[in-house]
């Protein structure tokens, strides 16, 4: 079975403070692992995939993710938070051998200037 | 590409109408994915689709829910009599069955009065 667990259902930064949102997963295989962003009004866009291999990963808009097996954690940073920053952001894995994607229930990041 | 179109964009009804939301994948993804997005219940999968046939519909909630994928390009959503409760985002997602990313729409706001 799949599962996503994102802590912290809110997140507030100042302009420029270091963004860390957090994500873990339980899966019986080894799972694709994505970062997607919801903008106000607008669908879910895709930040960042994590499938294979480097297990740092960058994505759109400065963010980056890195995979740690032993923690079951795909968390997700970004040095310097901008203000364009703020919006919902979904974890989601995908077992490589199946169909659906299992999102977590979100993070609402807030950017304080 | 256009990415996903999603019609409309917002739906106002009455309780007890039908209402039906279209979704066009983009060209060439076999796979389709209906959500529905509440505050209270976060993303929820409802139904799937893998070369037009339905392959996991468990997350339609309840009968009134129905969907069809008459042909590669086009996807529906009816609710049949409509409800105050199924006011929600519902977005259509779509995915070529080789890469494992799934793209979503802008999403229709359905409110039923």
């Known amino acids: 079975a799949q599962s996503v667990t994102q802590l912290g259902s809110h997140v507030s930064v100042s302009e420029g403070a270091l963004v860390l949102l957090r994500c873990n997963y339980s899966?019986?295989?080894?799972?694709?692992l994505f970062w997607y962003v919801q903008y106000p009004n607008q669908g879910l866009q895709l930040l960042l995939k994590?499938?294979?291999?480097?297990?740092l990963v960058k994505g759109i808009n400065g963010f980056e993710a890195e995979f740690k097996k032993s923690e079951t954690s795909f968390h997700l940073t970004k040095p310097s938070a901008h203000m364009s920053d703020a919006a919902e952001y979904f974890c989601?894995?995908?077992?490589?051998?199946?169909?659906?994607?299992?999102f977590g229930t979100g993070t609402s990041l807030t950017v304080i200037p | 590409d256009a990415g996903v179109i999603q019609s409309p964009r917002h739906e106002v009804t009455e309780m007890g109408q039908e209402v039906t939301l279209r979704c066009k994948p983009i060209?060439?993804?076999?796979?389709l994915f209906w959500y529905r997005q509440t505050m209270m219940r976060g993303l929820e999968l409802l139904i799937y689709?893998?070369?037009?046939?339905?392959?996991?519909d468990s997350g339609m909630p309840e009968d009134r829910f129905s969907a069809k994928m008459p042909n590669a390009s086009f996807s529906t959503l009816k609710i049949q009599p409509s409800e105050p409760r199924d006011s929600a985002v519902y977005f259509c997602?779509?995915?070529?069955?080789?890469?494992?990313?799934?793209?979503f729409g802008a999403g229709t706001r359905l409110s039923v009065l």
């Open positions: 689709f893998n070369n037009n046939v339905p392959i996991d």
């Open positions: 989601a894995v995908s077992p490589f051998t199946g169909n659906q994607f299992y």
């Open positions: 060209s060439g993804h076999n796979s």
């Open positions: 994590y499938t294979t291999g480097a297990t």
């Open positions: 997602a779509s995915r070529a069955l080789a890469k494992n990313i799934q793209y």
């Open positions: 899966s019986s295989v080894p799972p694709y």
